[in-house]
Every structure is written in structure tokens, then in C-alpha cells.
């Protein structure tokens, strides 16, 4: 930590770097908008459908399953980690050499770097969040309190999703190609965050599985408290649960970059 | 009749250069099947406890999605190289594609391969064949006949708007946020019976974008579903011209572009 307060400033600009590369994406920046968009779209059609005639389907109704569903999109657009593609064009290049010697760490910079991009993407928002509204749908959340709460677990569902970030793009000190492992982690992380289909509709044995990954933590929570399906004694547990989260992928974290500092491979350096 | 056996020959020869590499091969195609498994995952978890999608079952959306995910393989198998139009033309190796004898879109789209399509063919082909045994569809030679046809024009259909998408490189250098948006709508939209979206977006996925032809259509006719069609059956029957037409355009359209390549780096 004391390490980290010294280099404050290089930390700083690495973070503005960060937000300089974002905008220098930007067809790529707006086609991943637009697909997100209208992937919401597409979900409120379709489960609009199913539910048909009926009012409430696990007393939840349409609109609010609507609000679920475009909240849970939107989210994780904006705290999307892009750590596993950096540390991997590092690690190609070999210009992870030079950023091994900085007194920054590495995971540190990695840190600045992501922070720089959602920084960045949340100017995003002015243009996504009325368009979502128009194309999904949004409401004030279930309750002030159910709001503030939410703000906190949406911070919590970003380190979550830094760590999981984190850990993949550290493979690549082993692989060096990550490519593979990051598609498919991409679809399960999609599916199992519970953004297509609410983990409370799952069938019996994909809820179990989803519960015990991670990933809910990442959209399903925060969604669910701002709705208020998830209130009262229910949020201190959900909360609870992000936070061991946090703890046992902080760990893992930590662990896999001990063993990938003496693993590591500079490439033409 | 001499340049299709060059052609045969250059794609015989990337198809074995790529599979050399055992390990990228089954990934690439592991790859694209976890594409389509999460999108058949959703529609399957959406459907196991609602049994019905706008008075479609979970057996007529497989059809439907078998139906359009074989058609999309089908059309990367040819046409797979188009993702690499960009990057060619940029660099100025597409030179090469002028000086020999030979059509250089077809010398472009068959000097190499890229094997993770097969994951998509694979994929659509499972899923349809597992289909079918749900929906039980009488296999009368004309139904056959028809489902062939309907095959090759989705196909040629996406296809065709792919490599209209891909001709503006020879202007633009850049195509592909146009390509990636285009594809993204397919694959996400195209797997569901359209009549769900109602008025102005099904209007606009039938006579705009095209998509309804590629599967939609199809399966309503397979089906025996046009009568929920809120067009002319006709069209639905007439889908696999509307492919041959857009991809006959789409080639002469491709070749016109063509002519503004500027080379560049030498």
C-alpha cells in the first residue's frame, strides 16, 4: 500500500493513459454499445413473449423484469474488464520488460489501466442510458434505500469483475494465447451472471451451478437489490457474499502472480 | 471451367495448411460452437419452464435456429476470408489478386482458410438433425427439395450482405464495425420467429434487412406456419430466389467496388 502511495502520481498517469487508449477505439467502442443495446432490445421482445398473458411470473412482473434485465446489460457493459487483453499484447510484444522495471507494480498498473478505460466509457452513459430506457426499460429503484445499497454493490460487482479480469490475464504468462480461454470464460460469465435469463427462472441444477460461480455477484446481485427482489436480511447476505468473493479471488489473485513472476517469458527483449 | 479448378485446388491447399495446427483447429472450433451453445442455452432455459415463444415450442426455435446457424456456416465456408479484406487492401497485398488470370475475388476468397467456421457448420447441423426428430416434419421429396434450396439462399442471402459490407473496404480501408454489426444482428436475431417483434422492427427485418429470408421464412414453410404470416405466403416460399438475386447483386456490386483499390506501400 505504502508502495502504491509513493508512485501515487504514476498511477495517476497511467490512468490517464488508460483513458486515452479508450478513445482511440472508438468504432469499436460504438459497436459494442450498439450490441449491447440491442441485445436489451432483444431480451425485452422475447421475454415479453413468454410471459404473454401472465402478470407476475415469480412475483415478478414484466416491467420489472424488464428493469432487471436492462440494468444487468448495462452494467456489464460499463464494468467490463479489458485487463486480459492488455496483459496478453504485453506479454506478446515483450513489453512487459519495461513494465516489470517500473516501481509501480504490475498488477497496479493493470489496475490504473482498467480504471482509466470505465472512467473513460462512462461518458458512455449519456448517450446508452436514454436509449436503454427507450429500447429496455428503467424506473427508480425499489426504494431510496434499495438505491444507496445498490450504488455499493455495483462497486463491489466492479472488483469482482477487475479480479476475474485479473487472474485470466495472468494465465497468459503460462500460454502466452489466452484468446480461447477468454471467449469461452466471456459466454459463461454472460450466461451465468444471470443478464439473459434471471437466475430465480433457472431450472434446478443450472440455479445450483449458478450460485456457487461467481459470477452472479457481478450483475445478478446489484440488479436484484434494485429491483427489490433481494431486500431486508436478504441484502446483508448478498453483500456478504460478494465480499468473500472479493476476499477468495483477491487471494487467488495474489497467488497466481507470485507464481507468473517467476514464470515469466520476455519475447524478442 | 479452368478457374473453378484453380479455385478448388488453392482452397484444398489452405484447408491442409490449417490443419497442421491440430490444437488452434479444435480450439477454433470449440470456439464457435460456445458461441451458438450459449445462444441455444438462453432459448432453452428460457423455454424449459414456458414451454412456448409467441405459439412456437423449443422444438419449432431449434428448427428455426438449426436452420439459420447451417445456412451462416454455409456461407463462411466460401466466403470466410472476407474478415481479411481490410487488412489486405490496407496493406496493398490485394496487387497480387489483379496480375493473375484469374477472378480476384474468387483467387481472394480461396487462397486461405480459417477453420473456426466448421465450429458454426457443426453446430448448425447438430442441432437441426435433433430438431427435426422433435417437430416431426414429413420428408416428402419437395419438402427435401425445398429445405436444400432454403439452405443455399439464407446462405447466400447473409452472405451476399456480408460481402457488399466487405466491398467498401476498397473505399472506406475500415469495414469492420459495419461487418461485426451486421453479424451481431444475424446471430442474435435471427434465431427467433419474427412475428415477436411486431410491426415496425418485423417490417423492417423482412424488407430492410433481409434476415426473415434467411430462416424465418423457411421454417414457416417447413412448419406448415405460413398462414401466421402477416405477408404473402408466396414470399416465404419464394425465399431462396430472394438469396440467389441479393448474392448475384452482391457479387457484381463486389467487382464495381473492386475498381476503386488504391495500392498502397510499394
Known amino acids: ?269 | 471451367m479452368d478457374a473453378l479448378r484453380i479455385s478448388f485446388a488453392f482452397a484444398g491447399a489452405a484447408l491442409r495448411t490449417e490443419v497442421q495446427y491440430r490444437l488452434n483447429l479444435l480450439l477454433g472450433i470449440g470456439v464457435g460452437l460456445a458461441f451458438q451453445i450459449t445462444g441455444f442455452l438462453f432459448i432453452w432455459v428460457a423455454l424449459s419452464r414456458f414451454h412456448s415463444l409467441g405459439g412456437w415450442s423449443l422444438g419449432d426455435i431449434a428448427f428455426l435456429y438449426g436452420l439459420r446457424l447451417t445456412a451462416h456456416g454455409l456461407w463462411l465456408i466460401p466466403l470466410n476470408r472476407l474478415v481479411e479484406l481490410d487488412e489486405e487492401v490496407r496493406q496493398g497485398r490485394f496487387d497480387v489478386y489483379l496480375v493473375r488470370p484469374l477472378n480476384p475475388l474468387l483467387q481472394f476468397t480461396t487462397i486461405r482458410f480459417r477453420i473456426n467456421v466448421l465450429g458454426d457448420v457443426v453446430g448448425g447441423v447438430v442441432l437441426f438433425a435433433a430438431a427435426t426428430r422433435l417437430v416431426g416434419i414429413d420428408w416428402s421429396p419437395p419438402a427435401v427439395g425445398y429445405l436444400a434450396l432454403a439452405l443455399i439462399g439464407g446462405a447466400a442471402l447473409e452472405g451476399s450482405l456480408q460481402l457488399a459490407c466487405s466491398a467498401m473496404a476498397f473505399r472506406w480501408l475500415d469495414t469492420w464495425g459495419l461487418r461485426l454489426m451486421l453479424d451481431d444482428v444475424f446471430s442474435n436475431f435471427g434465431n427467433y420467429p419474427l412475428h415477436i417483434f411486431g410491426g415496425v422492427s418485423q417490417w423492417l427485418l423482412t424488407f430492410v434487412l433481409p434476415l426473415a429470408f434467411v430462416a424465418y421464412l423457411p421454417a414457416t414453410v417447413l412448419l406448415h406456419r405460413t398462414g401466421e404470416l402477416s405477408i404473402h405466403p408466396l414470399f416465404a416460399y419464394l425465399a431462396p430466389l430472394v438469396g440467389a438475386a441479393c448474392f448475384i447483386a452482391a457479387c457484381c456490386f463486389w467487382m464495381r467496388q473492386m475498381r476503386n483499390y488504391q495500392s498502397s506501400g510499394h
Open chain 1, 1 to 269: 500500500m505504502s508502495r502504491l502511495w509513493r508512485n501515487r502520481r504514476a498511477f495517476a498517469g497511467i490512468t490517464v493513459v488508460g483513458i486515452r487508449t479508450f478513445f482511440t477505439y472508438r468504432s469499436l467502442v460504438t459497436f459494442f454499445m450498439v450490441s449491447m443495446l440491442l441485445q436489451v432490445y432483444l431480451l425485452k421482445v422475447v421475454w415479453t413473449a413468454i410471459y404473454g398473458s401472465q402478470p407476475r411470473i415469480d412475483g415478478v412482473s414484466i416491467q420489472t423484469l424488464i428493469v432487471y434485465l436492462t440494468l444487468t446489460n448495462v452494467q456489464l457493459h460499463f464494468t467490463f474488464s479489458d485487463v486480459p487483453r492488455l496483459v496478453r499484447n504485453r506479454l506478446r510484444e515483450g513489453q512487459v520488460a519495461t513494465d516489470l522495471t517500473r516501481p509501480l507494480g504490475f498488477p497496479a498498473q493493470l489496475v490504473a489501466n482498467q480504471l482509466g478505460g470505465t472512467i473513460a466509457g462512462l461518458t458512455l452513459l449519456l448517450p446508452a442510458l436514454p436509449l436503454a430506457l427507450f429500447l429496455g426499460g428503467l424506473s427508480l429503484p425499489a426504494s431510496p434505500v434499495a438505491g444507496l445499497l445498490y450504488m455499493g454493490s455495483l462497486g463491489l460487482a466492479y472488483l469482482i469483475e477487475l479480479l476475474i479480469g485479473m487472474i485470466v490475464g495472468l494465465i497468459a504468462f503460462w500460454t502466452l494465447e489466452i484468446w480461447g480461454i477468454q471467449v469461452i470464460l466471456g459466454f459463461v460469465s454472460r450466461f451465468f451472471s444471470g443478464a439473459l435469463v434471471p437466475i430465480w427462472l433457472f431450472p434446478g441444477v443450472l440455479r445450483k451451478v449458478a450460485e456457487v460461480l461467481p459470477f452472479q455477484a457481478i450483475a445478478s446481485i446489484p440488479a436484484s437489490i434494485f429491483i427489490g427482489r433481494i431486500s431486508g436480511r436478504g441484502v446483508v447476505d448478498a453483500i456478504g457474499l460478494q465480499g468473500i468473493w472479493i476476499v477468495l479471488l483477491l487471494a487467488l489473485a495474489a497467488w497466481v502472480w507470485r507464481r507468473a513472476q517467476r514464470r515469466i517469458v520476455v519475447q524478442g527483449g
